[in-house]
């Protein structure tokens, strides 16, 4: 009986380093478990008691401690902070953006499936819209306001709050639905990309092997319509300066991307934002596809820029 | 008193506990328990757990390299050792620590010690 307790300590003392290391990388956590497991076993066999093992241990917090440390120095270093800074302010200038833009679609009213039965579709009734647009714009600045607010926590404390904040603004855009759901796709990527960046428990081998995977699906997204535009002007199916721009464009930035050229990157950065911009002010048939993959282009360059490894260090 | 004098020591340990395992692994290879052993005959650490965490973090900066060997009870045990690099750094180490030592002792030597 006494061997089963003492058995049951270890086996918790291990279990409880094991939950104290949860935020550090996966190759660390189990390689220092092990080792304590180790330690264990040797002075067991030395006839050293186990609780004897385990008063000279230290606590599990103890043990785990410069680890904890390491975690929150990475989340404090100098590139992270500045990611989170830059991803802050993103959110800030999207979520302002879109609560301004969604005003200027009058088909966003319309389309909205939810809120007051009398204030559904009232575009016509110029009062109540005013009120509406009001309370839009508000609902708008609050979720903007919410993303960014985990760029200036403190990283423990961005951690869960970053990945709620995620959760919130994905289910806003499905309750929204294609409508105004739409408008809040910058705000959901953005909170998204801070929850990774809160979010490190990815070694860094780990956090270059999610690089290549953006990398290789970002090429894919960017360069497959330029593909298809390509084989249209081969085959004369589609025709116009336009076609050409966009097929020398999409082709400099789908490349530069995959290549990680920084000035590529930022060109696609650019583009997608002015195509997202530009699908509001000119809005045509296509809007919502060229809103979207405006905002495709624009992420993957922010993806590339803040993430992917320069190109002298990759070489 | 002893609270203090227990702050105290752990503020130096820690500056000097890394090359303290050095300077245990340049007289001969040794695991684990066998390090956590001699450190805390020592009093160099205060907890025995705490230094995996170091000899991790050492490994990956070069200092020490490890290797698997039988063991006790047909067990492999994971043997710690000194880098070239590792030999470097004790080298440098005790020249800073001499002039730290000497410096100190110089400075409160002459004091008269309260006692305790």
Known sequence: MAKAAENQSVEAYLRSLDHQLRNVPIEARRELVEDIAEHIDEGRERGRSESEIIAALGTPQAVAAPYLEDVLRDGNSP????????????????????????????????????????????????????????????????????????????????????????????????????????????????????????????????????????????????????????????????????????????????????????????????????????????????????????????????????????????? | MLEQREKIATNIRKGVLEYCVLGSLANDDKYGLELAEELTKRHLTAGEGSLYPLLARMKTAGLVETRWEEGGAGRKRKYYSITGHGQIMLKEFRAVWADITEQVEQLLGGQDGEGS
């Open chain 1, 79 to 315: 590139r992270l902070r500045r990611i989170r800074r830059v991803l802050g302010i993103v959110a800030l200038v999207t979520g302002l953006f879109s609560a301004i833009i969604s005003r200027s679609s009058d088909s966003t009213i319309v389309n909205m499936a939810f809120g007051p039965v009398e204030l559904q579709g009232l575009s016509i009734n110029y009062d109540y819209s005013d009120v509406f647009a009001a309370i839009q714009l508000l609902i708008f600045l609050a979720l903007a306001l919410m993303v960014a607010a985990s760029a200036v926590m403190k990283p423990t404390t961005a951690r869960k709050y970053s990945i709620a904040a995620a959760i919130v603004m994905t289910v806003v855009v499905i309750i929204c639905g294609t409508g105004l759901g739409m408008f809040f796709v910058p705000s959901m990527v953005t909170a998204w990309m801070l929850a990774g960046a809160n979010n490190l428990k990815l070694s860094h081998v780990g956090r270059s092997k999610r690089s290549r995977t953006v990398q290789a699906i970002g090429g894919v997204v960017l360069l497959i319509p330029v593909l298809l535009s390509l084989a249209g002007l081969a085959t004369g199916g589609v025709q116009g300066a336009g076609a050409y721009v966009y097929a020398a464009l999409g082709l400099l930035c789908g490349v530069g991307f995959v290549l990680k050229f920084r000035l590529a990157l930022w060109a696609t950065c650019i583009i997608g934002a002015g195509v997202s911009i530009g699908s509001i002010l000119d809005q045509g048939m296509l809007m919502a596809a060229l809103w979207l993959a405006g905002i495709a282009y624009f992420y993957f360059g922010l993806y590339g820029l803040l993430w992917f490894e320069k190109r002298k260090l990759a070489s």
